[in-house]
């Protein structure tokens, strides 16, 4: 009879034969691959601040983004900046998302952006950073 160690080892052993055998036809036959440059390519989002305005815990950041592509997207990341009287970055919100936007659809949204001071002459911009599309793109 086999002791419970080489039982144990055995289907160890099996199972990481398994999860190597996995791994490999999973790069083989191609899993989805995330491109750095394509989720950095903007051109077709817009994104535009439309106003700005003073709350409790920060401001508020109204702001609508458009997709001027042909295809949807399914995400769009953004950065909201509050800046001062001099051009000055007072405070951000790097990770505003938006998501599933069709070709020729645009959507306002409110952002929260968070400081504990005021900032004298707030002016608010929008910039859009990346962008995943719905098809691998």
Do not use: H
């Amino acid at each position: 009879m086999k002791s419970c160690r080489s039982i144990i080892g055995s289907w160890l052993a099996g199972i990481v034969i398994l999860v190597a055998v996995g791994v490999w036809c999973y790069r083989i036959f191609g899993g989805p691959s995330f491109d750095a440059a394509a989720l950095k390519d903007t051109r077709g989002i817009e994104a535009v601040a439309l106003d700005c305005q003073r709350v409790s815990r920060g401001y508020r950041v109204w702001c609508r983004v458009s997709n001027d592509r042909d295809q949807p997207v399914a995400s769009v990341v953004l950065k909201a900046s509050v800046f001062d009287d001099r051009g000055q970055v007072r405070a951000a919100n790097p990770l505003v998302n938006v998501q599933n936007l069709g070709p020729g659809q645009q959507r306002e949204l409110m952002v929260l952006v968070p400081t504990p001071t005021i900032v004298t002459g707030a002016n608010a911009q929008i910039e859009v950073s990346l962008v995943s599309g719905l098809s691998g793109s």
